[in-house]
């Protein structure tokens, strides 16, 4: 059965740094595009990060270069993401996403309908 959980998401204050976990189970995560999503209160969802393993392609969303630093440790089967100088509006409650055929490119985002799996989320709340 393939699983996701993410953890890691919390409170903190603006310009802090969190590290989001994502932990797979039935499947590897060196073998599937593994992507970040997240979506805040009353906004459409958004692509943030996405990693191939295999290949260490990356890809970020603007907003977040320089910020965000996805990463991947297949031993531990698990995906992070590390969230530095972090701001209110990165308030959202933060996904993991996995699919065999959706690798990162290292150039674009693939839709969140192109992802087969999902965690159930973790929150992450920034204070000002």
């Known amino acids: 059965e393939v699983r996701i959980v993410e953890s890691g998401g919390g409170t903190v204050q603006a310009g802090g740094s969190l590290r989001l976990s994502c932990t797979a189970s039935?499947?590897?995560?060196?073998?599937?595009?593994i992507a970040w999503f997240r979506q805040a209160p009353g906004k459409e969802r958004e692509g943030i990060s996405c990693i191939t393993a295999t290949d260490g392609s990356t890809y970020y969303a603007n907003s977040m270069k320089g910020r965000f630093t996805i990463s991947s440790d297949n031993a531990k089967n698990t995906v992070y993401l590390q969230m530095n100088s972090l701001k209110p509006e990165d308030t959202a409650t933060y996904y993991c996403v996995a699919d065999r055929i959706a690798l990162c490119s290292g150039s674009h985002f693939y839709p969140e309908y192109e992802y087969d799996y999902w965690g159930q989320g973790t929150q992450v709340t920034v204070s000002s």
């Open positions: 039935g499947f590897t995560v060196d073998n599937y595009g």
